[in-house]
């Protein structure tokens, strides 16, 4: 079966760093598009960062572009999200997901990591 396991979420300062990781079984993770979504306290989900195993094209949310970067290292199955910068608005749930093949929709999701920016 799928599974999409999240970690490395945690209580960071403002200004501070994390990096997120996404272990991944079940599929073939090295030719499926993967993702990460969000989801504050009292919000809906929040869409943050897509990468497409093709090409490795990156695409990014407008409140994280030029703070967070979505990458892969395929000979561990694993999705990354570094976090650098961090405001207290990037204070959510986050959730990895995998792209159904074909689609601009997610099909498989993790449980989330919580990621709490605070002083």
């Known amino acids: 079966e799928v599974q999409l396991v999240e970690s490395g979420g945690g209580l960071v300062q403002p200004g501070g760093s994390l990096r997120l990781s996404c272990a991944a079984s079940?599929?073939?993770?090295?030719?499926?598009?993967m993702g990460w979504v969000r989801q504050a306290p009292g919000k809906g989900l929040e869409w943050v960062a897509n990468?497409?195993?093709?090409?490795?094209?990156?695409y990014y949310a407008d409140s994280v572009k030029g703070r967070f970067t979505i990458s892969t290292d395929n000979a561990k199955n694993t999705l990354f999200l570094q976090m650098n910068s961090l405001k207290s608005e990037d204070t959510a749930v986050y959730y990895c997901?995998?792209?159904?093949?074909?689609?601009?929709?997610?099909?498989?999701w993790g449980q989330g990591t919580q990621v709490t920016v605070s002083s």
């Open positions: 997901a995998k792209v159904l093949g074909g689609s601009r929709a997610y099909d498989y």
């Open positions: 990468i497409y195993s093709y090409s490795s094209t990156t």
């Open positions: 079940g599929f073939i993770f090295s030719t499926s598009d």
